[in-house]
C-alpha cells in the first residue's frame, strides 16, 4: 500500500511539473501572441484612419467639382435664355424646312420636330409643319446648351478621377 501511496504522490508531482512546465514554456508564446494582436490592433486603426481621411479628401473634391458644375449649369441656363430671347428680335419666321425635312429629320436621334411654326406661304402646300429661321435658331441654341452641359458633366469626371489618389478608386 506504501508503495501504491508513493507512486500516486510521485504521478501527482509530475503532473504538477508537467503543468507548471506547460505554463512557463507557453509564456513567452502568450506574450508573442499579446504583441501581435496589438500589433494588429494598430494597423488597423491607421487603415481605418487612412480611410476616414482619403473619404474625407473625396468628398471635400467632389463638392467642389460639384460646386463648379452647378456654376457652369447656371451660366449655360443663363446664356441660353438670353438667346432665346433675342431670336425673335434676329429671325424672320420664313419657312426653313419643309414637311419632308422635317419627317426626315424627327427620325434623327435627339431631334424633336414638335412645337414648330404652323404651315404658312408655299410650305402649307405641302400640308404640314415647317421649320421657320426661328425654329432652327433655337434648335440651335438648344443642342449648343445641351453640349455644354454634357462637356461640363465629362470635365468634371475627368477631373475627379486625375485627381484621385492611388488606391481610391474601386472596380
Keep these: 500500500m506504501s508503495r501504491l501511496v508513493d507512486l500516486l504522490c510521485a504521478a501527482t508531482m509530475l503532473a504538477c511539473a508537467a503543468g507548471a512546465g506547460w505554463e512557463v514554456g507557453r509564456a513567452p508564446l502568450q506574450v508573442q501572441l499579446a504583441q501581435q494582436s496589438a500589433t494588429h490592433a494598430a494597423e488597423k486603426r491607421k487603415a481605418a484612419e487612412q480611410a476616414a481621411s482619403t473619404l474625407q479628401a473625396a468628398q471635400a473634391r467632389g463638392d467642389a467639382l460639384s460646386t463648379g458644375l452647378l456654376n457652369q449649369q447656371t451660366t449655360i441656363d443663363q446664356l441660353k435664355t438670353e438667346a432665346r430671347r433675342a431670336i425673335p428680335q434676329v429671325t424672320t419666321g420664313k419657312p426653313c424646312l419643309g414637311p419632308a425635312a422635317l419627317r426626315v ?67
Design 105 to 171: 429629320l424627327d427620325s434623327a436621334p435627339g431631334l424633336d420636330v414638335a412645337g414648330l411654326s404652323p404651315a404658312t406661304g408655299g410650305a402649307a402646300a405641302e400640308g404640314g409643319p415647317v421649320a421657320t429661321d426661328a425654329d432652327i435658331a433655337g434648335w440651335v441654341v438648344d443642342a449648343g446648351a445641351q453640349y455644354e452641359v454634357c462637356r461640363a458633366r465629362f470635365g468634371a469626371l475627368i477631373d475627379w478621377y486625375a485627381a484621385a489618389p492611388t488606391g481610391e478608386l474601386h472596380d
